[in-house]
Structure formats: structure tokens, C-alpha cells
């Protein structure tokens, strides 16, 4: 329910009216395809217009969340409170001899194929991670022995405040799953890679190389958040989890996928509870069986359905 109007009529002075969006189902705009309404859903097209809105946000005290392509996240199916800002409409791309500069919003798949045509290498790992840019450096995403700690150069912030700081690579702390970003709750608004030259053929076959092992391992025809839990030191989640029996276990509408244990899939009506609730039902039988804690790596929002 949007309570505060006052906000929403400031709003309209900053978007335009196609740009905003009142009681917006989640389940649209995330992977897992689950989750209820967003208050307030907007689609800011320039830095200026993310800058006013984090400030308005602030101004009335009203909760804000940034969204990419919602592709490591799991909203309640009591939807979320007050105002998400959606970034699909900051996706420009721009080669500038070995850097591409990407904002926030662009997808990885879609930085991926700018970089082929440019003869550029370094980000192929990241072909068919199905997430943006902004989304990828906050949690430093990575696969097949690649992350994007080793392709950024640098990154355009903004601040809880909505002040634009310039980060190097040291100063974003780019670790497991982490960063500065995370720390300080900074907003991504572009991203600097610094990629290297390599024939067009090389790189080609290098991704089609790593878009057959995804395809063959990874339960791609079901809705998913990827990975469900980060990796244990030590461990692969994947095999703790079938070796704890769960493969193929099902609560609702959501199952531990028979082809990879590391996801759990939405079969194709599963509620966000149900996620939940197999999420904690993995969590207890690998603590107890294999006394590991596994941690979710998939990002929790949003507020529980009343009854």
C-alpha cells in the first residue's frame, strides 16, 4: 500500500509517468519468478534522475532497493515496502580501446557480446550469468575460475546521501561475494573493464566452451535465482547437498533440481514461502549430517503474506 503521496507526487516531477509504476508484481521482475508487489517501482534513464530519487527517498525517510535483472534474489510474497528502483533503462555500453565502460543496468550476456565484437577478452566466464552489471560488482559474480574482480578497473558510485564518489578496484574490496559496495550500501552506476586483445575466434570458442557446460549442468529451463547457497571453504555445495539425500526434494511448488543440488528451481508454481522453507530444510539436514552451515547466496527481501 503507498501511504506516502506526497513522495509520489514529487516522483512525477521527476519520471516520466510510464516510468513509474504502483503496486508492481515482483514475480515479473526477478528469475525465480516469485514475489509480491513493489509499493512504488521506478525507471530512472539518467544519473541525475537516480540521484533525485535517493534523495527523495531520503527526504521522506522512505526505504529504497536497487534492482538489476533480479537475477540473485529471492522477494517475499508479501512483496516489498516503499520504492525500488529499477535500473533496465541505464544499460549503455562503450568501448574505449581496452576498456568497455557498462552502467549499472546493461546485462552481462549483452557486455559479453560487445567485448567478442571488439576482439577484447577477459570476461567470457561471464556469458551466461543471466544478471547486470551493477548486480555482478556489488557481489563480485564469478564462475569457471573467473570473477569480475579480475576484469574491473574502476566503478561510478553513489552514496546513501546521493553524493557520486569514483572507486578504484582496491577501494571497491572486490572479494568472495562481497565488496565495499555491500559494506556501504553504495549504489553502482557504471562500471570501467579493463579487458586485453585476442583474436574474435578464440574468444568465440571459448564461450560457446562454457555456454555447453552451463547448458548440460545447470537446470536452465526452470526459474532460479543461480547458485542457492555460497560455497562452504572446503566443500561443494552441490555434493553436500546430494549427498545428503535432497536431490529432488520438493516443498510446494519448489524442488532441489535432479540435475544440479546447488539450485533450487521453481517448478513452475512454488511461492516464495516455499523457497523459504526448502532453503531452511537444506540448511538443517547438511548442518546435521555433514555439521557444515551453508549460507544463502541468493539475496532475501521483502515481507511475509499476511494470512
Do not use: W
Not at 62 to 74: A, T
Not at 222 to 231: H, L, M, Q, V
Amino acid at each position: 500500500m503507498i501511504e506516502n503521496k506526497e513522495l509520489l507526487n514529487e516522483l512525477k516531477f521527476i519520471l516520466k509517468e510510464e516510468n513509474i509504476n504502483l503496486n508492481s508484481p515482483m514475480k515479473e521482475h526477478i528469475t525465480f519468478r516469485v514475489g509480491g508487489p513493489a509499493d512504488i517501482l521506478v525507471h530512472p534513464t539518467t544519473y541525475d534522475e537516480v540521484i533525485q530519487i535517493v534523495k527523495l527517498c531520503n527526504k521522506y525517510n522512505e526505504h529504497f532497493f536497487i534492482l538489476g535483472n533480479g537475477s540473485n534474489l529471492l522477494v517475499k510474497d508479501g512483496g516489498i515496502r516503499g520504492v525500488v528502483i529499477k535500473f533496465d533503462k541505464l544499460d549503455n555500453i562503450k568501448v574505449d580501446g581496452k576498456r568497455i565502460i557498462v552502467q549499472s543496468g546493461a546485462l552481462l550476456k549483452d557486455t559479453c557480446k560487445v567485448a567478442l565484437s571488439n576482439a577484447l577478452t577477459g570476461i567470457e566466464f561471464a556469458c551466461g550469468i543471466p544478471g547486470s552489471i551493477g548486480g555482478a560488482t556489488t557481489m563480485n559474480a564469478g564462475a569457471y575460475d573467473g570473477s569480475m574482480s579480475d576484469v574491473i578497473e574502476s566503478a561510478l558510485v553513489l552514496d546513501k546521501e546521493g553524493n557520486i564518489k569514483n572507486l578504484s578496484k582496491e577501494q571497491l574490496e572486490l572479494k568472495y561475494r562481497s565488496s565495499a559496495i555491500m559494506k556501504h550500501k553504495y549504489i553502482v552506476l557504471e562500471v570501467t573493464l579493463k579487458l586485453e586483445n585476442l583474436g574474435e575466434d578464440k574468444i568465440k570458442n571459448r564461450m560457446d566452451d562454457l555456454t555447453n557446460k552451463r547448458n548440460e549442468k545447470q537446470p536452465l529451463e526452470y526459474a532460479s535465482a543461480g547458485s542457492t547457497f555460497k560455497r562452504p571453504e572446503g566443500h561443494f555445495t552441490g555434493k553436500l547437498i546430494q549427498d545428503a539425500g535432497l536431490k529432488g526434494t520438493r516443498v510446494g511448488g519448489a524442488e532441489v533440481s535432479s540435475k544440479h543440488s546447488g539450485f533450487i528451481i521453481n517448478k513452475g508454481n512454488a511461492t516464495a514461502k516455499d523457497i523459504l522453507d526448502l532453503i531452511e530444510l537444506v540448511q538443517d539436514k547438511v548442518k546435521e549430517e555433514f555439521d557444515v552451515t551453508l549460507l544463502p547466496e541468493v539475496r532475501i527481501i521483502g515481507e511475509d503474506k499476511e494470512d
